[in-house]
């Protein structure tokens, strides 16, 4: 497990993490906000407490989801959901991400929903990161960046991001099927190995130069504040590459 913020951790010890932090997240939320719920584990336990923040404190919220799966854990414990709509600005964004700049630069898409992710938090006054202590990292790129590809495209979306350096391989289905894993917008996804990738906003504007690319993994200028677990303590990174102990939403920039 990589991060500046930590020795390697088991599953179970990240997911104590993802949990706690997701519990932090629920305790942000104030009456009458309207919110973008995230996407992937970390956000499914940011969901539950604030489903049961609703249930307890009969919370009024709004909420849109950037997934089909956030969609029906958020129906499950009982949290208002909204489609977008013209007009619709959102109080505030709490998602997940695979890697995490000291920049808050993030790549996010692990769970292939990345498109709708980014239009919900662009849709919003603040984006704030949750994570698990392996997210942090120095340079982003070890982990491979998600593209949302239009399958008539597939080939030659390859050929363009082979050219800018980068080894696409095209997402299966998990369980040993050898079909492509669709998106909720039944597109696949091609993850693209860089490597180190020393300039994000150069590749995220190379990548948006290609027909057929849906959207990219790459967040630049997103995120306003990320919340990351270590063990028991909570920490927030700021964009100025500021990391200390999170004790009161008066830190959050
Ligand atoms: C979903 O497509 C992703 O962007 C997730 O937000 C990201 O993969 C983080 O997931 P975890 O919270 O499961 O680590």
Redesign the pocket.
Known sequence: VRGKLGSAKTKQQLNSE?ELVGRAAAGLVQPGMKLGL???????HFIRFLGERVERENLRIEAVA??RDSEAVAREVGILLSEPRRGLRLDLAI????EIGPDLSLI???????LR?KVVVAAADYFLV???SS?LVQQLGSFPV?LEVVPFALPWVMDRVEAIGAEPVLRLEQGGADRPCLTDQQNYLLDCRFGGIDDPAQVAVRLEKIPGIVAH?LFIGYARAALIAQDKEIMVLRSDGTLERFDTCDQLP
């Open positions: 993802k995230g996407s992937g584990s970390t956000s499914y950037s997934s998602d997940g991400a695979d996010k898409g692990g769970g292939g929903a990345h992710e949750i994570a698990d997210k998600p993994g």
